[in-house]
């Protein structure tokens, strides 16, 4: 607890026309915490997302990474700088095969890929990071499967693997269990507690028994406004929290 | 392998037995010097074909103004020729690549900032410019064009070899320029750059937040297509003695891409068959009928709907993602 926030964020603001998808939105995430961010469909958590990683400019505010004011880089810089996410709607190659997704994920953390003569298949550390990613994930065996020839679940699984294999600080990850089999997902529930040590995490997610058994702080967004934020319990018992959103304990999205 | 390192073997076979095709035909024809000459253009179109297809098939950011590169080299060329004597070959070389390298490094950071059917039109306008440009130049020979009239001069250390005078020397620098820019292309496409290229091809979006700046990569793949270009323009102008303003005209980028799809997108030996494919057809139809154009567009037509992924694919799929590494 002690340690300065990895990421905090104050009073960031995106607008999309007349809507303010995100509309001033303050939050931190520590390292060997896992904040998770709920709310309703349209709530904004993906567009709160966009703007941590930088694949959204922000309308106003200001997002810190370590004590330095990172807002409005563009997502490569961020990405450099040890912030990894994954997508709500699985982003991956499809025609690559699952190594070659992550392979080319660990190939980013090179100092640089303008490298024209030895070939990417020899640089051995990032094989290795690309093989650690997709066991961490329970992909090792589907290595050689083009992504598209992968189920549904094990393509999320895939997007988080990528995600992995850039070596994050912070991990930024939208519904990572989105689309998984029971099964499925409770492996992937076992893999975010067992990275919440090494990382700063925030979490958007669905699945009220996966967040309420990860969480160690949670964020309830309504209307691209936070409704509530706090340490699960108080959340689960504040009325305002359970009118809009937990009602029945889980809200179906 | 990698997928894009992979070829199937039987386009590999074919590659092989072409260029040894090729390597053999001085020996058996060197009276045939039309014929000759014909497989030495043909060649060179395949240089330029692959330079085109680093772009549109790895890149996926398809140029339709590359002829500018092949047209710039060619007047450098042109420009450093004395009346009575051959340029240098390394220097006049150099020069040319360089001016193709500053060219399309000043292009490139205009154009990369579109996509898709903009980046086309962009690319295009930036061509017809340079185009009218020699053009309607007085000194560079205007429509007309103007002569390389002395080959250039190939000497190591005052040593000449040989002279590109001879018809079968030049067929064979070329040759061997085709050959290493095929090589030199594997190489970089089996790279970390060539995997990043493709990447963005596929993603960029997904490169870019995996921590690339993947317009750099773009950037520096325009600069390495314009400079294999301008390689191509070089030989051609050479080759022919002389340059004209049809060297950087739309007709000569549309040939290139016409080489990439028909040949096959993505693959380095692809273009290689759209070169030989097209040339060819064109000599046989043009020694047949004057309506060739139009039998010529038929069959490219017929070509793109039966092999959508170009006569490569006719030996074989291409194992795209070919599983794993070692
Ligand atoms: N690029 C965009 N342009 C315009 N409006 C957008 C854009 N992206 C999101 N929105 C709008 O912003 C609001 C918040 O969307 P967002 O995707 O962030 O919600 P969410 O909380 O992630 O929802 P869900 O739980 O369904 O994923 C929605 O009303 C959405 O329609
Ligand atoms: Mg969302």
Not at chain 2, 80 to 104: D, F, H, Q, R
Not at chain 2, 171 to 183: E, R, S
């Amino acid at each position: 607890m002690a340690e300065a926030a990895a990421l905090s964020v104050e009073g960031l603001v995106r607008n999309f026309g007349g809507l303010a998808a995100v509309g001033g939105v303050s939050l931190e995430a520590r390292t060997g915490m896992l904040h998770a961010v709920i709310g309703p469909n349209g709530a904004g958590k993906t567009t709160l997302i966009n703007l941590l990683s930088g694949d959204l400019p922000p309308s106003a505010g200001k997002i810190s990474l370590y004590g330095t004011d990172i807002t409005g880089l563009p997502s490569y810089r961020v990405s450099q700088l040890g912030v990894g996410r994954s997508y709500q709607k699985t982003n991956v190659f499809l025609g690559f095969t699952a190594f070659e997704n992550c392979r080319l994920a660990a190939q980013s953390r090179l100092p640089s890929s303008m490298r024209f003569v030895r070939r990417a298949l020899a640089y051995a550390d990032v094989n290795r990071a690309a093989e650690r990613s997709l066991a961490a994930t329970g992909l090792e065996a589907r290595s050689g499967e083009l992504a598209s020839a992968l189920s549904h679940g094990e393509q999320r699984q895939l997007e988080i693997a990528m995600t992995l294999a850039t070596s994050p600080r912070v991990l930024l990850l939208d519904e990572p269990l989105a689309g998984m089999g029971a099964e499925e997902s409770s492996s992937m529930v076992e893999l975010l507690k067992t990275l919440r040590s090494g990382h700063a995490m925030l979490l958007v997610e669905h699945d009220m028994d996966a967040v309420f058994a990860l969480a160690d702080r949670l964020t309830v967004m309504v209307n691209g406004q936070v409704l509530a934020s706090g340490a699960p319990a108080e959340i689960r018992a504040n009325p305002a929290v359970q009118e809009a959103y937990l009602g029945e304990d889980e809200p179906g999205g | 392998m990698a997928m894009h390192d992979a070829q199937p073997r039987a386009l590999a076979l074919v590659l092989v037995i072409g260029l040894a095709g090729l390597a053999v035909f001085p020996i058996f024809g060197a009276d045939e010097k039309f014929y000759m000459q014909f497989l030495a253009k043909v060649m060179v179109m395949a240089i330029f074909a692959m330079s085109l297809d680093l772009l549109i098939g790895y890149g996926g950011l398809v140029s339709l103004g590359h002829a500018m590169y092949f047209g710039l080299a060619g007047y450098t060329l042109m420009s450093l020729t004395p009346e009575y004597e051959g340029a240098s070959l390394w220097i006049s070389l150099a020069a040319a690549l360089g001016v193709c390298a500053l060219a399309a490094l000043v292009v490139g950071l205009l154009v990369l900032r579109t996509s898709g059917i903009y980046f086309i039109m962009v690319t295009l306008a930036f061509a017809q410019m340079a185009y009218y440009v020699v053009h309607d130049s007085k000194y560079l020979g205007g429509s007309d064009g103007k002569y390389v009239y002395v080959k250039p001069v190939l000497s190591f250390f005052g040593w000449q070899p040989f002279s590109l005078d001879k018809l079968a020397a030049f067929y064979y620098v070329i040759l061997g320029t085709l050959a290493g820019v095929y090589f030199l292309l594997r190489l970089l496409l089996a790279s970390p750059f060539g995997h990043v290229l493709v990447g963005i091809k596929a993603n960029e979006h997904r490169m870019r937040s995996l921590g690339f700046p993947t317009f750099s990569y773009k950037l520096v793949a325009f600069v390495i297509a314009g400079v294999l270009a301008g390689l191509a323009g070089y030989l051609a102008a050479a080759l022919d003695g002389l340059v004209n303003p049809e060297l950087l005209s739309w007709h000569q980028s549309g040939q290139a891409l016409m080489m990439v799809i028909l040949g096959g997108m993505g693959t380095p030996a692809g273009p290689i068959l759209g070169a030989g494919a097209l040339k060819l057809l064109e000599l046989l139809l043009t020694s047949w009928t004057k309506h060739w154009q139009l039998l010529l567009g038929l069959f490219i037509v017929l070509v793109v709907l039966v092999f959508p992924n170009g006569l490569a694919s006719l030996f074989g799929k291409r194992k795209r993602g070919g599983a794993e590494h070692g």
